[in-house]
């Protein structure tokens, strides 16, 4: 709830799901002045035009972090919804052997590697401190951002309320999420060639234009003069963002 960079509750909870550590003030900048040096470099050296180094600016500072980070948390969430299903069974196994919810919780905390482990040893601390185990799985839920423990924060908020055996709904939760992880995965194989396809068509055009510009500077000769070149780049730009939204709604499937 805006931990890091008041007023971007978003940008905080995307940076704290992607595992990144260190100061996110740090990162960032750290890409503004990197998309501004290749930038400026870029157009005093080769003489790239002014509207394109700018885009490139704004590329390199604001988008291709966002894209680092998106690509982090997704890469964590999934290495988390495969460790999931090992981390239920592991708890149920304790819990039939005795031992209380919170000791087979920080159990599992201690056995199970990143980022799981790590993340389950807070809530095992959470309930130390005096949270509900309702409430430290929501508070995971909202860190690490898989969509998998909405069930189990559920489950675990329906047999607080109205009992019932917690092993029997674990072990199930457990096997529910295995048969998940097998149809999403069987998903993205289907739909490989589709992403690629994507990348293909998305990148080719811009490696095409960065070629030119770096093999033959005056190919473009006065255009860039011409008042309508940044308008019809954007223009450009949005249908080319467009077609890759519509390609990504088509690979993209939810279940």
């Known amino acids: 709830s805006g931990d890091f960079i008041s007023g971007f509750v978003w940008l905080n909870r995307l940076y704290t799901q992607s595992g990144v550590t260190g100061n996110p003030m740090i990162f960032a900048a750290s890409f503004l002045l990197a998309g501004l040096a290749l930038a400026l470099l870029l157009w005093s050296l080769l003489d790239l035009a002014a509207p394109v180094a700018f885009i490139l600016f704004l590329v390199i500072g604001f988008v291709f972090p966002l894209l680092v980070l998106r690509r982090a948390r997704n890469k964590r969430v999934q290495k988390f919804a495969r460790q999931l299903p090992d981390a239920l069974d592991m708890i149920v196994r304790s819990l039939r052997a005795g031992h209380p919810a919170s000791v087979a ?151």
């Open 105 to 255: 919780i920080g159990l599992v905390g201690r056995e199970m590697s990143d980022p799981l482990g790590t993340e389950f040893g807070i809530v095992a601390d959470e309930i130390t401190f005096g949270l509900s185990i309702e409430q430290a799985v929501r508070k995971l839920t909202e860190r690490v951002g898989f969509e998998g423990l909405n069930l189990l924060s559920v489950s675990l908020s329906i047999q607080s309320k109205t009992g019932g055996n917690l092993t029997e709904i674990l072990a199930n939760l457990s096997s529910v999420l295995r048969e998940r992880q097998k149809l999403k995965m069987k998903i993205r194989a289907l739909s490989a060639e589709g992403r690629v396809s994507a990348w293909i068509i998305s990148f080719f055009p811009v490696a095409m234009f960065l070629i030119l510009q770096l093999v033959a500077p005056a190919y473009y000769g006065k255009v860039w003069g011409n008042p309508l070149i940044l308008p019809v780049f954007l223009t450009f730009g949005l249908w080319a963002l467009l077609g890759d939204f519509i390609m990504y709604r088509m690979v993209t499937f939810d279940f």
